[in-house]
């Protein structure tokens, strides 16, 4: 029975991150006009930090939910799986890195805003970076451009995982479970 519930709750995370995913993107394009800087780059990216708190709360469950919608949403524009899954990757591994290095805990008990400001931009950093050189050898992005484009890439991912993480650490920095009856005997 276990097991069964187990899957319900892996399904439905991997669910709400490809759904939350997709509409964070359908919203940030509402913006585009005050903050896209060049095609595909936005200087407030909100799919990033809404990758960024998946990665953090669902686990395995919600990177299969962003790579479908990250599939779905960029089919038709590039190379599809290659970039969904690097931009995933890229957010996954150094988002576990510096959960590690900074003693983290996996159910984000400890989580604290200078702790969100070093996973933003980690995880910025990194995908702006990998991106762009990536960018450069699909002939996407000129070489002169590389590192202005991938500091671009970096702030808009950074504003965009900043401003969703502490609107979620003030959702849940509240929140206090109840405390049943048959705990309180």
Not at 107 to 120: F, G, K, P, Q, T
Request: with cysteine; hydrophobic share 55%; glycine share 6%.
């Amino acid at each position: 029975m276990r097991l069964l519930v187990d899957a319900r709750h892996d399904a439905w995370m991997a669910f709400c991150a490809a759904i939350s995913f997709w509409l964070s993107f359908r919203i940030n394009q509402l913006f585009d006009d005050f903050f896209l800087y060049a095609a595909g780059m936005s200087l407030l990216f909100l799919p990033a930090g809404v990758k960024l708190l998946f990665v953090l709360i669902g686990r395995a469950p919600a990177l299969i939910g962003l790579l479908i919608s990250g599939v779905y949403l960029g089919f038709g524009i590039w190379p599809v799986l290659n970039f969904a899954l690097i931009g995933l990757m890229t957010y996954t591994m150094s988002t576990y890195v510096v959960m590690h290095k900074l003693g983290i805990h996996r159910d984000l008990i400890n989580l604290r805003y200078w702790h969100i400001v070093a996973l933003s931009f980690t995880a910025s950093a990194t995908n702006g970076i990998v991106h762009n050189i990536i960018y450069v050898f699909e002939d996407i992005t000129a070489t002169d451009d590389v590192w202005a484009k991938a500091l671009a890439m970096a702030f808009g991912d950074f504003m965009g995982c900043f401003v969703v993480l502490v609107i979620f650490q003030l959702v849940v920095r509240n929140y206090k479970p109840k405390v049943t009856d048959k705990l309180e005997n």
